[in-house]
């Protein structure tokens, strides 16, 4: 995590296109190749829980997307990131499938630094497509490296309470209901002031019990 830290305080375009073993010269497609490679060998569900490999899929995944919005036209295909008023942490009505996706909204926090305020958006983006895709484990790396370096950010807590919840629901789906009971838990102590969370996390007790 040290690492991770130093970079983000670094970051630069040559250091990114170091990251992922390119030339500075390298196009648009060459990056996304070789991210995608080194995504699949790094990424939580292959690593099996390894700190180094989690660090560096979390580093080249910071890389890549830190490319696509400072590089020119040619390789930038930005997209615009929603903005809402802050005073909205229970907004999250149904955390559910593509609507738990829609909830995750981008504050801007005057506290953060452009650095951080950057890389927040950048992640928004990258959670909103590991959830949509139910790629939990992807999506509990990001959030959770987020929150290390974003501790008090009230929006970063929400979003990482949401992806413990969703985790927890789709275990369920799966049948193991202890590890669903783990992180359910853990969604209610990482935001529990979340009025509309708890109402999610109970319906999912619900459901277990009636499984069970």
């Not at 497609?29 to 060998?41: H, P, W």
């Not at 292959?46 to 400072?70: C, H, M």
């Not at 501790?151 to 929400?158: A, K, L, M, W």
């Amino acid at each position: 995590m040290l690492i991770i830290l130093l970079l983000l305080s670094l970051m630069n375009s040559a250091e990114c296109y170091r990251l992922l073993g390119l030339s500075g010269k390298a196009s648009f497609e060459e990056v996304k190749f070789a991210y995608r490679g080194l995504a699949r060998k790094y990424h939580p569900d292959v690593s099996s829980g390894d700190q180094r490999a989690k660090d560096k899929f979390i580093e080249v995944t910071i890389a890549y997307k830190w490319l696509l919005n400072t590089v020119p036209r040619e390789i930038n295909q930005r997209q615009t990131i929603p903005t809402h008023q802050a005073g909205h942490r229970d907004s999250v009505a149904n955390v559910s499938g593509k609507q738990a996706t829609q909830a995750v909204q981008v504050q801007v926090n005057p506290s953060l630094s452009p650095l951080e305020q950057q890389l927040k958006a950048s992640s928004y983006q990258q959670l909103q497509q590991f959830l949509k895709t139910q790629k939990f484990p992807r999506a509990i790396a990001l959030v959770e490296s987020l929150a290390q370096r974003m501790s008090r950010d009230p929006e970063v807590i929400q979003w990482q309470a949401i992806v413990y919840q969703q985790w927890g629901r789709f275990l369920i789906r799966d049948h193991q209901i202890d590890k669903a009971r783990i992180y359910l838990r853990k969604a209610l102590q990482t935001d529990p002031h979340n009025r509309s969370l708890w109402a999610e996390v109970e319906k999912d007790f619900h459901c277990i019990e009636k499984i069970t």
